[in-house]
Protein backbone atom coordinates (compact mmCIF):
# COMPACT_ATOMS: atom_id res chain seq x y z
CA UNK A 1 0.00 0.00 0.00
CA UNK A 2 1.04 3.23 -0.83
CA UNK A 3 -0.31 7.19 0.37
CA UNK A 4 -1.65 7.61 -3.51
CA UNK A 5 -3.86 4.53 -3.27
CA UNK A 6 -4.86 5.14 0.21
CA UNK A 7 -5.83 8.73 -0.94
CA UNK A 8 -7.56 7.57 -4.18
CA UNK A 9 -9.44 4.83 -2.16
CA UNK A 10 -10.83 7.52 0.73
CA UNK A 11 -11.62 9.85 -2.28
CA UNK A 12 -13.56 7.07 -4.28
CA UNK A 13 -15.62 6.92 -0.90
CA UNK A 14 -16.60 10.15 -0.63
CA UNK A 15 -16.97 11.01 -4.12
CA UNK A 16 -18.82 7.47 -4.93
CA UNK A 17 -17.47 7.74 -8.42
CA UNK A 18 -13.84 7.49 -10.56
CA UNK A 19 -15.20 10.28 -12.72
CA UNK A 20 -15.02 13.01 -9.84
CA UNK A 21 -12.53 11.22 -8.47
CA UNK A 22 -10.31 11.48 -11.64
CA UNK A 23 -11.34 15.43 -11.18
CA UNK A 24 -10.64 15.90 -8.00
CA UNK A 25 -7.21 14.54 -8.07
CA UNK A 26 -6.25 15.71 -11.34
CA UNK A 27 -5.57 12.49 -12.94
CA UNK A 28 -7.23 10.16 -15.81
CA UNK A 29 -10.09 7.80 -14.92
CA UNK A 30 -7.32 4.32 -15.98
CA UNK A 31 -5.15 5.95 -13.21
CA UNK A 32 -7.60 6.12 -10.68
CA UNK A 33 -8.78 2.50 -11.95
CA UNK A 34 -5.26 1.25 -11.67
CA UNK A 35 -4.81 2.52 -8.47
CA UNK A 36 -7.37 0.68 -6.85
CA UNK A 37 -7.33 -2.25 -8.11
CA UNK A 38 -3.51 -2.44 -6.96
CA UNK A 39 -4.67 -1.27 -3.75
CA UNK A 40 -7.27 -4.70 -3.63
CA UNK A 41 -4.40 -7.05 -5.29
CA UNK A 42 -2.62 -6.30 -2.39
CA UNK A 43 -5.23 -6.19 0.42
CA UNK A 44 -6.35 -9.74 -1.34
CA UNK A 45 -10.19 -8.86 -1.59
CA UNK A 46 -12.24 -6.47 -3.64
CA UNK A 47 -13.04 -2.96 -2.42
CA UNK A 48 -16.27 -1.97 -4.62
CA UNK A 49 -18.78 -3.46 -5.97
CA UNK A 50 -18.64 -3.06 -9.65
CA UNK A 51 -21.57 -2.66 -12.31
CA UNK A 52 -21.84 -1.85 -15.77
CA UNK A 53 -23.84 1.85 -16.62
CA UNK A 54 -24.15 2.52 -13.12
CA UNK A 55 -22.68 6.32 -12.00
CA UNK A 56 -22.01 5.65 -8.27
CA UNK A 57 -20.27 3.51 -6.65
CA UNK A 58 -20.87 1.15 -3.78
CA UNK A 59 -18.58 -0.41 -1.48
CA UNK A 60 -18.19 -4.29 -0.84
CA UNK A 61 -18.41 -5.21 2.79
CA UNK A 62 -14.70 -5.17 3.45
CA UNK A 63 -14.49 -2.12 1.61
CA UNK A 64 -16.71 -0.54 3.98
CA UNK A 65 -15.30 -1.82 7.11
CA UNK A 66 -11.59 -0.82 5.27
CA UNK A 67 -12.49 2.65 5.45
CA UNK A 68 -11.24 2.80 9.43
CA UNK A 69 -7.93 1.28 8.43
CA UNK A 70 -7.72 3.56 6.09
CA UNK A 71 -8.32 6.87 7.77
CA UNK A 72 -5.64 5.32 10.22
CA UNK A 73 -3.16 4.66 7.74
CA UNK A 74 -3.22 8.53 6.70
CA UNK A 75 -3.24 9.55 10.23
CA UNK A 76 0.18 8.00 11.21
CA UNK A 77 1.60 8.68 7.68
CA UNK A 78 0.88 12.31 8.50
CA UNK A 79 2.16 11.83 12.32
CA UNK A 80 5.84 10.34 10.53
CA UNK A 81 6.02 13.55 8.69
CA UNK A 82 5.60 15.81 11.88
CA UNK A 83 8.59 13.47 13.77
CA UNK A 84 10.74 14.60 10.90
CA UNK A 85 9.99 18.41 11.82
CA UNK A 86 11.08 19.49 15.43
CA UNK A 87 10.24 16.31 18.17
CA UNK A 88 11.06 18.76 21.12
CA UNK A 89 8.77 21.68 20.17
CA UNK A 90 4.84 20.40 20.86
CA UNK A 91 2.45 21.26 17.99
CA UNK A 92 -1.48 21.85 18.45
CA UNK A 93 -4.06 22.36 15.82
CA UNK A 94 -7.00 23.52 17.34
CA UNK A 95 -10.35 23.79 15.62
CA UNK A 96 -13.06 26.54 17.31
CA UNK A 97 -16.35 28.14 16.31
CA UNK A 98 -16.11 31.92 15.92
CA UNK A 99 -17.39 33.26 18.91
CA UNK A 100 -15.69 30.50 20.81
CA UNK A 101 -12.38 31.83 19.79
CA UNK A 102 -12.88 35.47 19.94
CA UNK A 103 -14.89 35.76 22.89
CA UNK A 104 -13.90 33.02 25.28
CA UNK A 105 -10.14 31.42 24.65
CA UNK A 106 -8.22 34.10 23.17
CA UNK A 107 -7.15 35.20 26.31
CA UNK A 108 -5.85 31.09 26.81
CA UNK A 109 -4.04 31.39 23.29
CA UNK A 110 -2.24 34.70 24.60
CA UNK A 111 -1.61 32.80 28.15
CA UNK A 112 0.24 30.02 26.00
CA UNK A 113 1.88 32.10 23.43
CA UNK A 114 3.75 34.50 26.57
CA UNK A 115 5.23 31.72 28.72
CA UNK A 116 7.52 29.22 27.51
CA UNK A 117 5.43 25.57 27.10
CA UNK A 118 7.40 25.36 23.80
CA UNK A 119 3.98 24.78 22.40
CA UNK A 120 3.23 26.15 18.23
CA UNK A 121 -0.95 26.69 17.99
CA UNK A 122 -2.62 26.62 14.65
CA UNK A 123 -6.09 27.69 15.64
CA UNK A 124 -8.69 27.29 13.20
CA UNK A 125 -12.22 28.65 12.64
CA UNK A 126 -15.21 26.64 11.16
CA UNK A 127 -18.71 25.96 12.19
CA UNK A 128 -19.32 22.93 14.75
CA UNK A 129 -20.52 20.55 11.72
CA UNK A 130 -16.98 21.02 9.78
CA UNK A 131 -14.86 20.89 12.79
CA UNK A 132 -16.61 17.19 13.72
CA UNK A 133 -15.22 16.11 10.10
CA UNK A 134 -12.30 17.72 10.38
CA UNK A 135 -11.45 16.18 13.91
CA UNK A 136 -12.89 13.04 12.59
CA UNK A 137 -10.20 13.18 9.44
CA UNK A 138 -7.19 13.85 11.55
CA UNK A 139 -6.99 17.73 10.50
CA UNK A 140 -7.17 18.71 13.68
CA UNK A 141 -5.95 17.53 17.36
CA UNK A 142 -8.86 19.00 19.35
CA UNK A 143 -11.95 20.78 19.05
CA UNK A 144 -14.83 23.22 20.39
CA UNK A 145 -18.08 23.20 19.06
CA UNK A 146 -22.19 24.14 20.49
CA UNK A 147 -23.56 20.87 18.73
CA UNK A 148 -23.30 17.52 20.54
CA UNK A 149 -23.37 15.46 17.16
CA UNK A 150 -22.47 11.42 17.40
CA UNK A 151 -19.61 10.12 15.59
CA UNK A 152 -17.99 6.40 16.35
CA UNK A 153 -14.54 7.94 16.32
CA UNK A 154 -14.72 11.15 18.20
CA UNK A 155 -15.22 11.71 22.13
CA UNK A 156 -17.52 14.68 22.57
CA UNK A 157 -17.38 16.23 26.65
CA UNK A 158 -19.13 18.89 28.15
CA UNK A 159 -17.40 21.73 28.89
CA UNK A 160 -18.71 25.13 29.22
CA UNK A 161 -22.51 26.76 29.69
CA UNK A 162 -23.17 30.24 29.99
CA UNK A 163 -26.83 32.36 30.13
CA UNK A 164 -27.74 34.92 27.24
CA UNK A 165 -28.47 38.40 27.68
CA UNK A 166 -30.24 41.21 25.93
CA UNK A 167 -27.46 43.80 25.35
CA UNK A 168 -28.14 47.07 24.00
CA UNK A 169 -26.10 50.63 23.89
CA UNK A 170 -25.52 52.94 26.55
CA UNK A 171 -28.61 54.91 25.38
CA UNK A 172 -31.21 51.80 25.77
CA UNK A 173 -34.50 51.73 24.28
CA UNK A 174 -35.91 49.83 27.53
CA UNK A 175 -33.37 50.81 30.62
CA UNK A 176 -34.26 47.73 33.08
CA UNK A 177 -32.99 44.94 34.03
CA UNK A 178 -35.65 42.71 33.48
CA UNK A 179 -37.13 42.63 30.10
CA UNK A 180 -39.61 40.16 27.92
CA UNK A 181 -38.95 40.10 24.25
CA UNK A 182 -42.55 41.54 23.51
CA UNK A 183 -41.27 44.74 24.35
CA UNK A 184 -38.46 45.11 22.26
CA UNK A 185 -38.42 46.22 18.84
CA UNK A 186 -37.75 43.06 16.56
CA UNK A 187 -36.98 45.42 13.47
CA UNK A 188 -33.41 46.79 15.23
CA UNK A 189 -32.26 43.30 16.27
CA UNK A 190 -28.56 42.29 15.38
CA UNK A 191 -28.71 38.89 15.12
CA UNK A 192 -26.35 36.00 15.05
CA UNK A 193 -27.16 32.17 15.97
CA UNK A 194 -25.44 31.13 18.98
CA UNK A 195 -26.36 27.37 18.25
CA UNK A 196 -29.49 25.27 17.51
CA UNK A 197 -31.68 25.91 20.56
CA UNK A 198 -31.16 29.81 20.34
CA UNK A 199 -32.46 29.31 16.83
CA UNK A 200 -35.46 27.48 18.12
CA UNK A 201 -36.01 30.40 20.97
CA UNK A 202 -35.45 32.63 18.40
CA UNK A 203 -37.73 31.53 15.89
CA UNK A 204 -40.47 31.33 18.41
CA UNK A 205 -40.08 34.46 20.55
CA UNK A 206 -38.93 37.06 17.77
CA UNK A 207 -38.87 35.64 14.00
CA UNK A 208 -42.52 35.58 13.92
CA UNK A 209 -43.01 39.77 14.37
CA UNK A 210 -40.17 41.04 12.14
CA UNK A 211 -36.81 39.68 10.67
CA UNK A 212 -33.56 40.90 12.18
CA UNK A 213 -32.44 44.26 10.77
CA UNK A 214 -29.00 42.56 10.15
CA UNK A 215 -27.88 39.09 10.59
CA UNK A 216 -24.36 38.11 10.90
CA UNK A 217 -22.13 35.45 11.66
CA UNK A 218 -19.16 36.84 13.63
CA UNK A 219 -18.93 38.40 16.74
CA UNK A 220 -16.44 41.07 15.00
CA UNK A 221 -18.18 41.95 11.99
CA UNK A 222 -21.80 42.55 14.67
CA UNK A 223 -19.48 44.61 16.56
CA UNK A 224 -18.41 46.68 13.73
CA UNK A 225 -21.63 46.96 11.82
CA UNK A 226 -23.10 48.21 15.66
CA UNK A 227 -23.23 52.11 14.59
CA UNK A 228 -27.21 52.55 15.34
CA UNK A 229 -28.06 53.05 19.26
CA UNK A 230 -31.27 51.94 18.95
CA UNK A 231 -29.66 48.74 17.58
CA UNK A 232 -29.80 45.68 20.61
CA UNK A 233 -28.52 42.07 20.61
CA UNK A 234 -29.57 39.21 22.63
CA UNK A 235 -26.06 37.29 23.66
CA UNK A 236 -23.81 34.14 25.81
CA UNK A 237 -22.13 35.85 28.83
CA UNK A 238 -19.11 35.77 26.72
CA UNK A 239 -20.09 37.73 24.17
CA UNK A 240 -21.45 40.33 26.31
CA UNK A 241 -18.03 40.42 28.01
CA UNK A 242 -16.38 40.89 24.14
CA UNK A 243 -18.63 43.42 23.04
CA UNK A 244 -17.97 45.86 26.51
CA UNK A 245 -14.40 45.81 25.73
CA UNK A 246 -15.14 48.30 22.47
CA UNK A 247 -17.93 50.17 23.72
CA UNK A 248 -20.27 50.81 26.34
CA UNK A 249 -23.17 48.83 26.87
CA UNK A 250 -26.35 48.28 28.83
CA UNK A 251 -27.41 44.51 29.75
CA UNK A 252 -30.43 43.10 30.76
CA UNK A 253 -31.83 39.39 31.71
CA UNK A 254 -34.95 38.15 29.83
CA UNK A 255 -37.99 37.51 31.73
CA UNK A 256 -38.63 34.51 29.04
CA UNK A 257 -35.11 33.04 28.99
CA UNK A 258 -33.02 31.53 26.13
CA UNK A 259 -31.68 28.10 26.98
CA UNK A 260 -28.41 28.38 28.53
CA UNK A 261 -25.33 27.68 25.56
CA UNK A 262 -23.46 24.49 25.81
CA UNK A 263 -19.86 24.41 24.58
CA UNK A 264 -18.73 21.30 24.27
CA UNK A 265 -15.07 19.67 23.57
CA UNK A 266 -14.28 17.00 20.90
CA UNK A 267 -11.45 15.03 20.62
CA UNK A 268 -10.21 11.72 18.47
CA UNK A 269 -10.82 8.45 20.24
CA UNK A 270 -7.48 7.46 18.25
CA UNK A 271 -5.31 10.71 18.81
CA UNK A 272 -2.19 11.26 16.97
CA UNK A 273 0.61 10.08 18.95
CA UNK A 274 2.57 13.17 18.01
CA UNK A 275 0.03 15.53 19.54
CA UNK A 276 -1.15 13.43 22.73
CA UNK A 277 1.17 15.26 24.63
CA UNK A 278 0.20 18.75 23.14
CA UNK A 279 -3.61 18.05 23.78
CA UNK A 280 -2.83 17.04 27.53
CA UNK A 281 -1.06 19.70 28.10
CA UNK A 282 -3.96 22.20 26.13
CA UNK A 283 -6.46 20.34 28.24
CA UNK A 284 -4.56 21.44 31.56
CA UNK A 285 -4.26 25.01 30.86
CA UNK A 286 -8.00 25.05 29.60
CA UNK A 287 -9.30 23.14 33.08
CA UNK A 288 -7.04 25.93 35.01
CA UNK A 289 -8.64 29.18 32.84
CA UNK A 290 -11.81 27.99 33.16
CA UNK A 291 -11.81 27.71 36.93
CA UNK A 292 -9.78 30.79 37.46
CA UNK A 293 -12.12 32.95 35.11
CA UNK A 294 -14.72 34.47 37.20
CA UNK A 295 -16.67 37.67 36.17
CA UNK A 296 -19.48 39.18 37.06
CA UNK A 297 -21.96 41.27 34.46
CA UNK A 298 -23.29 44.35 35.71
CA UNK A 299 -27.33 44.06 35.35
CA UNK A 300 -29.34 47.85 34.47
CA UNK A 301 -25.90 49.80 34.15
CA UNK A 302 -23.97 51.31 31.68
CA UNK A 303 -20.62 49.78 31.28
CA UNK A 304 -17.95 49.27 28.96
CA UNK A 305 -14.25 48.67 27.80
CA UNK A 306 -13.11 46.96 31.07
CA UNK A 307 -14.24 43.08 33.23
CA UNK A 308 -15.89 43.25 36.30
CA UNK A 309 -13.92 40.51 38.11
CA UNK A 310 -15.15 39.80 41.90
CA UNK A 311 -11.60 40.95 43.14
CA UNK A 312 -12.33 44.59 41.78
CA UNK A 313 -15.64 44.67 43.10
CA UNK A 314 -15.64 44.63 46.93
CA UNK A 315 -15.30 48.85 46.72
CA UNK A 316 -18.44 48.90 44.76
CA UNK A 317 -21.61 50.65 45.82
CA UNK A 318 -24.79 51.68 45.13
CA UNK A 319 -27.66 49.60 44.07
CA UNK A 320 -26.63 47.91 40.92
CA UNK A 321 -27.54 44.06 40.55
CA UNK A 322 -24.72 41.76 38.74
CA UNK A 323 -24.97 38.62 37.47
CA UNK A 324 -22.41 35.89 38.60
CA UNK A 325 -20.97 33.96 35.95
CA UNK A 326 -20.97 30.03 36.68
CA UNK A 327 -17.89 29.16 34.17
CA UNK A 328 -18.70 25.58 34.30
Same mark, same amino acid.
Given at each position: ?????????????????? /??????????? %?????????????????????????????????????? /????????? $????????????????????????? /? *??????????????????????????????????????? @????????? +?????????????????????????? %???????????????????????? $???? $?????????? *????? /???????????? $?????????????????? +???????? %?????????????????????????????????????????????????????????????????????? @?
Amino acid at each position: MNLSEIETFLTIVNTKSI /TKTAELLFLSQ %PTVSHRLRSLEDELGFPLIIRKKGHKQVELTTKGTEFI /TLAERWISL $WKETQTLQLNQEQMFLIVGCTDSLN /T *ALLAPLYRQILRKDYRMDLNIRTHQSSELYNLLNNHDID @IGFVYHHLH +YKNIISERMYEEKLYLVQSDRPAIAR %PLVHTDELDASRELFLSWDNNFQI $WHDR $WLAASSRPHI *AVDTI /TLMNRLWQDPTN $WIIAPESAVIELSHYRPI +YVSRLKNQ %PPNRVCYKITHRYPKLTSERAVSLFETLLDEFLSNRDIRIPIGQVFGKSLFYKDSLSSQSGETAFEEIDA @I
